[in-house]
């Protein structure tokens, strides 16, 4: 929070008073679709991987979260609608929980509180836009070349068939742009 917003001591301890702590651990279900979100996760140690499920049947990563980022449904937890997404742990992970009344509270009694809101949501919006782009304007190894830069170390923390899903190819395509891309270097 101090590295988006001016917090005093006092304040950010009555925020964390609103707030918990949580660990999950490897393949733990963070946050199932069907539900209305009622929290939002701020990742202290871990990753966790967000999918779709499409209608028949077939499961799409469409976006993983690391340390120091928050991550929940978003756009479902503002509408208070039923989210589409589950949230999975991908490795053991620790979390601290905002539920929607710490949120409010910030809104209303943290002096930039506002500010934070409007910062992570800005933050969710260049995310989401970017990857409206790197789908439909940018080709599969244009993607696969650019991935590190946003999930850092992403190959050693992930299995490969989770980064394929998420580049939108096969993993079979997958080993093939790896494998040109080791032959470049």
């Known amino acids: 929070m101090r590295q988006m917003i001016r917090i005093s001591e006092h304040e950010l301890d009555l925020f964390i008073e609103k707030c918990s702590f949580k660990k999950f651990s490897r393949h733990d279900i963070v946050s199932k679709p069907g539900l209305v979100p009622n929290e939002v996760f701020f990742i202290l140690k871990g990753l966790i991987r967000v999918t779709v499920t499409d209608q028949d049947g077939i499961e799409h990563t469409i976006h993983f979260a690391m340390e120091n980022q928050f991550i929940a449904d978003y756009s479902c937890f503002i509408l208070k609608a039923p989210s589409l997404y589950t949230l999975e742990a991908v490795e053991p992970t620790e979390v601290v ?89």
């Open 97 to 185: 929980v905002l539920p929607r009344a710490a949120i409010d509270w910030g809104y209303r009694h943290l002096q930039e509180g506002e500010k934070m809101g409007r910062l992570i949501a800005e933050y969710y919006f260049i995310y989401q836009d970017n990857r409206i782009k790197n789908v439909y304007a940018r080709t599969a190894k244009q993607r696969y070349d650019n991935i590190s830069d946003i999930f850092p170390n992403i190959h050693n923390r992930v299995p490969q068939h989770m980064i394929a899903s998420y580049l939108g190819i096969s993993p079979v395509h997958l080993s093939r742009l790896k494998k040109t891309a080791m032959e470049k270097q």
